[in-house]
């Protein structure tokens, strides 16, 4: 194992490989592997990609990557769909990709199905980025399916979040949701070359707009309550831009190199690099915190107990409060 | 208190907006009302209605709810927006929706918007739920934004899941993501007198014929298994199948509430009724033990002591897995 690791450090692509293997196999191995591998990690720019089904996320996330090799920057990518192997989906998706890219030794790609719940997921996908950041790739772009909040929550693990639409939004201006406005460091509207796209341009930026005025009026109250001297520069605001992109061509895909350039630039002069790894320590913790929870709910309580409770809550002879309560008894958790 | 939660009981929508207002303030508060309200619910028929921005559900929900008053039943709507009230979003769709639908003492409509973690917003939504079912409606409608998993977990909480799509995703069957056709009961193309409708249509039909085959492999194994008596009739199979909608003009809305009833008719039946109100205990129960272990680290980890441990992570300093366990040993959770 610990030969294993080496070799992950020194950069060799078997090794990674069976090391994320292993991170996938259980809550318990990603740990081995993080705890070893974790003082070596916090070098690489980790990038999330999310947007919804159809907006042409893994062809430019692939062209993204092509780009970045010409910086000579070795590029991992990680692509998440918390959708079932039902229909081998990710499957599907790493095929068409490992034409595109394979023969590249600089470019790692991985796919990670949900097997279980959602939370082992993010906690597995956590732990590959480690993997990767400790072989020493300098970009991982790590490609969420959807934009639900779960999407949302990995993404949080980046450093520079990129939102992309597809174009066809632009009369609905409420099915762009705000949310993913508010995580976006880069918006991108891909298939940039359809009628529609202009309008979905329009639309995000008038959202932003929105958002931009909101934000002046927050830093208002800062001000305010802040007093002399607490005057926040408007140098040091990142400024959320929308970019326009035709995957299929490469068009517009340079520009949003730059821009990722630049984010990173930015997070590293305003210090905002580092908050972000604390918000992201923070979400980990609490993530393995409650994997553990659970693990020794279900190692201390006997699964008759367990299924008793559930039947009783369902039954509504108990109610779900009462139920945890109890549960919690069981391992001396409650007051 | 008890007299607010004997109103509702009472079905006083003015009972039920206050006491759906104190599950929203917080989860104490929530832990109050359903404790109280839980042994009066479970005999309310809940639907999860979830897909893609854009594909007209807000307004489809509006059209099955109109169509739910004709056979006389009391229709509550739950609208989860798990995107922050930045834009207003939740609170424009409500807006439409009020002037669609107000002066119908019939309807009751609730938004939820997040205001912190998703957790929260799942646990208050399931709440809401709860006391809607005790207020004496008959049908609630579970709407989420989007179609991630966090979306897909909301929509677990229901009895029947409708899954929409829009038209314009037949060329990229990669699109119509797996996870959420293993959630669906009952599929929707709305905005079926678009053009591209019918190849929507055909595929996501070719996508169920797929999952029919996985399941009938399936089956053989469990027959396998089972040996003889462990037959699964085929009649005791739900057969998922795709309707076509305008939701703006109302077509085909009585079909999709049609094969709503003949879901309720074969969950009772079938006993999968009790099935889903068990999953649905035990996941209730997981996100309540969860937000009791971060309530009471909250408590007993001194702040400063919890800053310096998310630091030490975030500089590499300790390994996510270590700090979590120095937090569990501090509530002795801890080996």
Redesign the interface.
């Known amino acids: 194992m610990d030969d294993l690791l080496a070799q992950v450090r020194q950069g060799s692509r078997r090794a990674v490989a069976r090391a994320i293997t292993r991170v996938e196999r259980s809550d318990s191995q990603a740990?081995d592997v993080?705890?070893v591998l974790?003082?070596h990690?916090?070098r690489a720019h980790v990038i999330g990609i999310t947007g919804?089904?159809?907006s042409g996320k893994s062809t430019l996330v692939n062209e993204l990557a092509k780009a970045l090799r010409r910086r000579e920057c070795q590029v991992g990518i990680v692509a998440v769909d918390?959708?079932?192997?039902?229909?081998g989906?990710a499957l599907?998706?790493d095929r068409v990709r490992m034409r595109d890219l394979s023969g590249d030794p600089g470019i790692f790609i991985r796919s990670m199905a949900?097997r279980g719940s959602?939370g082992g997921l993010a906690r597995a996908t956590a732990a590959v980025v480690k993997v990767l950041d400790a072989a020493g790739f300098d970009v991982i772009l790590v490609e969420t399916?959807?934009?639900?909040?779960?999407?949302?929550?990995i993404a949080n693990m980046a450093h520079t979040t990129l939102v992309i639409e597809a174009p066809?939004?632009g009369d609905?201006i409420?099915?762009?949701?705000?949310?993913?406005?508010?995580i976006a460091d880069v918006l991108i509207v891909n298939k940039a070359d359809r009628p529609e796209a202009a309008n979905t341009v329009k639309a995000l930026r008038l959202?932003l707009h929105?958002?931009e005025s909101?934000r002046v009026r927050h830093h208002g109250h800062l001000l305010e309550s802040g007093g002399p001297g607490g005057k926040v520069s408007e140098e040091e605001e990142w400024e959320v831009r929308v970019y326009e992109t035709v995957a299929t061509t490469g068009k517009g895909v340079e520009e949003v190199v730059e821009a990722i350039v630049a984010h990173r630039d930015y997070l590293k002069e305003s210090g905002e690099w580092?908050v972000r790894?604390?918000d992201?320590?923070?979400q980990?913790?609490?993530q393995?915190?409650?994997a553990?929870?659970?693990e020794?709910?279900r190692q201390e309580v006997p699964q008759a107990e367990r299924d008793e409770?559930?039947?009783a809550?369902?039954?509504?002879e108990t109610?779900?409060?009462?139920?945890?309560?109890r549960?919690?008894a069981w391992?001396?958790?409650d007051e």
Chains 1, 2 share one sequence.
């Open positions: 740990r993080v705890t974790y003082p990690t916090g919804p089904p159809g918390p959708s079932s192997p039902f229909s989906g599907l998706g949900s959602l399916v959807g934009a639900g909040q779960a999407e949302v929550d066809g939004m609905d409420q099915s762009i949701k705000a949310g993913i406005l508010e959202m929105m958002g909101t580092m790894e604390q992201r320590s923070r980990e913790i609490e393995l915190l409650q553990r929870l659970l020794q709910l409770l559930i039947a809550v369902a039954a509504r109610d779900p409060y009462t139920a945890s309560r549960l919690l391992i001396k958790l």
